[in-house]
């Protein structure tokens, strides 16, 4: 992931992950964690509320295009 005009992108998931197993796609823009804003987020703070043991379910909310995607 990154930073794009202040919001989190998606770089480009790893194939196989569980962001690619839930159909993330490049360009996809994080506008929430588990309901947290991420406008202003570091990339660092919105892995370490992504990322949790295995099993760990996360709420992302998604902009892609000009559609917003949970």
Same mark, same amino acid.
């Given at each position: 992931? *990154? ?24 360009? !996809? ?6 309901? $947290?804003?991420? $406008?202003?987020? !570091? ?21 892609? *295009? ?5």
């Amino acid at each position: 992931i *990154g930073i794009k005009d202040s919001h989190i992108v998606i770089i480009a998931p790893i194939d196989g992950s569980p962001a690619s197993l839930a159909g993330i796609f490049a360009n !996809d823009v994080i506008l929430a964690i588990d309901g $947290t804003d991420t $406008t202003g987020m !570091d990339v660092n703070t919105a892995v370490n509320k992504i990322r949790g043991d295995i099993g760990t379910k996360v709420k992302l909310s998604i902009q892609r *295009g000009s559609n917003k995607i949970d």
